[in-house]
């Protein structure tokens, strides 16, 4: 089995910092790639940042120049760094990534999340 596991959520205020870590553990031969996702209560789930397994990174519109995403393989964990939080990002955040199991097997996981929240 693959669990992915969220953690560094927490309160912050308006302005502050949150560094949030997806750490892999199982079966896994390697992972592909990873997307960190984002669902306020009554809103759809969406994207906020994604790094492919080259390093290649994307950004939604809404955290480009705040948000950075990046990868440490050798651990198996993947990083969400949030700078300049405004109430807007509060959300619960969870992170997805296509783990290559075998040279046959690779699958889609999702992390249980971590709760953002953001004070003015």
């Not at 950075?68 to 993947?78: E, F, G, H, L």
């Amino acid at each position: 089995q693959v669990q992915l596991v969220e953690s560094g959520g927490g309160l912050v205020q308006a302005g502050g910092s949150l560094r949030l870590s997806c750490a892999a553990s199982g079966s896994i031969f390697s992972i592909d790639n990873v997307g960190w996702y984002r669902q306020a209560p009554g809103k759809q789930r969406e994207l906020v940042a994604a790094i492919t397994s080259g390093g290649t990174t994307n950004y939604a519109d809404s955290a480009k120049g705040r948000f950075t995403i990046s990868r440490d393989n050798a651990k198996n964990t993947v990083y969400l760094q949030m700078n300049s939080l405004k109430p807007e990002d509060t959300a619960v955040y969870y992170c997805n990534a296509v783990v290559v199991k075998s040279s046959r097997t690779r699958n889609n996981y999702w992390g249980q999340g971590t709760q953002v929240t953001v004070s003015s």
